[in-house]
């Protein structure tokens, strides 16, 4: 099965730009639609963005334009560039398969503060 490392999360005040990164093992990497989610406390996981195995990307209408997801399928690696970040951004974020597996990994966390 699949597992997930998430990296790169961080303290940050708002406007601020933060670079994450995924490492996914045990897998075909390049034959996954790949996603990042977030999670913020009482709410539910939700899907962020997504990029095909051809590099096709969508995105979530709250970080259009802000966040930007690329991947490197030589180093089994997701990347999420955030830009211009606001605190409804502050969360667990998380990378997965889309459609997301049972298997997640421990998270990064992301807080946007002043």
């Known amino acids: 099965q699949v597992q997930f490392v998430e990296s790169g999360g961080g303290l940050v005040q708002p406007g601020g730009s933060l670079r994450l990164s995924c490492a996914a093992s045990?897998?075909?990497?390049?034959?996954?639609?790949m996603g990042w989610y977030r999670q913020a406390p009482g709410k539910q996981r939700e899907l962020v963005a997504t990029?095909?195995?051809?590099?096709?990307?969508n995105y979530a209408d709250s970080v259009k334009g802000r966040f930007t997801i690329s991947r490197d399928n030589a180093k089994n690696t997701i990347h999420l560039q955030m830009n211009n970040l606001k605190s409804e951004d502050t969360a667990g974020y998380y990378c997965?398969?889309?459609?997301?597996?049972?298997?997640w990994g421990q998270g990064t966390q992301v807080t946007v503060s002043s």
């Open positions: 045990g897998g075909i990497f390049s034959r996954y639609v």
């Open positions: 990029i095909t195995t051809g590099g096709n990307t």
């Open positions: 997965n398969l889309w459609p997301a597996t049972m298997t």
